[in-house]
């Protein structure tokens, strides 16, 4: 009953969505908001929110379970933002608790009574994150930050009275401790140079674990007293040898010992055991020959879940850590795990679940039954989702030699002949492209439209061991280009791909390769498309000099010429075919002016480029209004450069 009820009220929504995009299509054009800055983009037919209409999507992530009930915060858009909504049991209707114009994404439960959680979320994307307090009793909400700077990574301790943060405060980079029972005790516990990540509290809550990042590669582990705020090195590199890799990071529950992730001595992240009397370090996945990017300690300590990444399809494990042997869990399809979170007391495992067919969702697994229950039902549209196309893992040669490998997305085969595609390139640098689903805008492009979808995962992305990591670093930034540039040419030797009609697009760093490409692979594509694009690394780094160890340092001559020297805005005379750039005013990662410069620089060529920007958003569009007219936009460029 509760199952339909939910599903009663999700085609209600969709039905308002469906008279809303029809309604604007009896029009006869789309019409921008006031807070959209529109260049080049000419009108948009009303017709185009109909066709997508039957592609409105949603999905759901886990932020946390109850303490003392079987229920769950997750966060899920049913208006204009994605909001906290609580859910009573599997299925159940989603009652949503926080109503606000911006998205919010992370909340945690007080942990042992959950008569509150704190929350955390910032405005107009402005990346000023502020910490909140809800009142489960009252629906009352109050601020427990300053709200002027970034407070995020909040975590409890074990008794529930204190929580730990991370902030930018005037006073400068800090962990901060507050009772948010008590606003007035937040002080800062120590000061911080750089990027540090609190990730867990000692069982007697005296220390706290912390994650020191340098980069991708090299991140190290300390321990913090939770009174005197003093520092003490637990893991950490050899003076003088290689880069080495901790993440995670979870006490055992008798607090001797610290269960962690490390690419020590390896090509990949293991699952590792830390004893801290005799600082030993124990391999407990040797035989897994990829990343285990996820762990998560049961309450008793008897279990640890963990997930990795092969080949960028996500497989779930449970390893017991009396005997350190793995435990038999159901295979689940192919997709993307991730935000595995066990439940207080119980034998009861969390998780977000998604795949080419199935929006993200949330999902149970109980260890002593293996019984697996849906808890949220996303809306696809009203679309057959079980005929969307599963990805194929491809691969090509590069210019070196080296094998790079992506996912390709087939359309239907009533499409006959060769087919368009659209290239679409990470972010991070160092993400990667998954197996997961693809949205309603791309398979909309595919269902719709014929166009086949390949997502690379080129040299720097993770998942591949960490030599592949480091291969676009500092000078060999290029090479990472030049994987896209080989990408380019296997598709002239695909029968059922058309190499005069490719569109390049990519978001944050992948709308930076984007821009590069089109400098120099410009007579192998139709178009182009990039979402907060990176014009230049060393006006970046003039911002965001904490990307250095990526990137390189701007301050080094020779580092300085080769970023201008590679710099899409000093090569804008190469592209002559069109582009479309999209950005938000108040981006806190890629500065907009990354965009405006790259802007006026094509401009200079005659070419037709398309310019878009939300004076309410930062670094990716939020907003449901303001991702619909971007879509919109998007399918008029793509009918109109790369179909035609």
Known sequence: MQIDQCLGLSRIVLIALLLAHSICALT??????????????????????????????????????HPAKREILISTRFGETGQIHIVKSPGAFRKQLTFYPDSVSAASFQPHVGNYFVFSKDSGGNGLVQLYRYNLLTGETSLLTDGKSRN?????????????YRSNRSDGRSLRVLNP?????????????????????????????VIQSISANERYLWLINAVT?????????????PKVSYDGGEFSRDGRG??????????????????????????????????????ALSTDGAMIALVTNENGISRLRLLDTKTRKERIVPTLPVGVISSIRWRNDVPELGLVFESARSPADVYSFNVRSSKIERW???????????????????????????????????????????????????????????????????????????????????????????TFLSLDNGLLREDAYKDVGALLNWIKTRSDLDADRIMISGVSYGAGVTLAVATRYNELIRCSWAGAPTSNIFSLLRARPDRRSEYGDDRDPQMRAFFEQIAPVNRADKITKPLFIL??????????????????????????IWYMMANDEGHGYVKK?????????????VKEYLLK
Request: net charge negative; no cysteine; proline share 6%.
């Open 258 to 295: 610290i269960y962690v992730t490390t690419d020590r001595d390896s090509e990949f992240l293991r699952l590792a055991y830390f004893d801290l009397t005799s600082k030993r370090l124990t391999f407990l996945t040797d035989q897994i020959k990829w990343n285990v990017e996820q762990f």
């Open 229 to 241: 705020g003093e520092k003490r090195s637990v893991l950490s590199g050899a003076s003088g040898g």
């Open 28 to 65: 006869g054009e789309i019409t921008p908001g006031e807070n959209l800055v529109i260049e080049g983009i000419p009108k948009i037919p009303g017709s185009i929110a109909e066709e997508m209409a039957r592609y409105q999507t949603r999905s759901a992530s886990l932020l946390d379970w």
């Open 625 to 637: 209004k303001n991702l619909d007219f971007a879509t919109y936009a998007t399918i008029l460029f």
């Open 181 to 209: 029972s008590d606003p007035k005790s937040d002080h800062a516990l120590t000061s911080v140079e750089g990027g540090w990540f609190p990730v867990a509290w000692s069982p007697d809550d005296r220390e706290i674990l």
């Open 376 to 466: 949220t039902f996303s809306e696809a549209g009203t679309v057959n989702t079980e005929q969307f196309a599963e990805p194929e893992l491809i691969s090509w040669k590069s210019f070196d030699g080296r094998i790079i490998s992506g996912f390709l997305y087939r359309p239907p085969a009533r499409f006959t002949g060769k087919r368009p595609v659209i290239v679409d390139i990470h972010g991070g640098p160092e993400l990667q492209a998954r197996a997961g689903f693809l949205g309603g805008r791309d398979n909309y492009f595919m269902n719709e439209l014929g166009i086949a979808l390949i997502f690379p995962n080129i040299r720097g992305s993770s998942g591949y061991g960490k």
């Open 152 to 164: 995020t990574d909040l975590l409890w301790s074990n008794s529930g009275a204190h929580l730990v």
């Open 583 to 608: 950005v938000g005013k108040n981006d806190p990662i890629t500065p907009p002016s990354e965009s405006e410069q790259m802007l006026k620089a094509v401009k200079k060529n005659g070419t037709p």
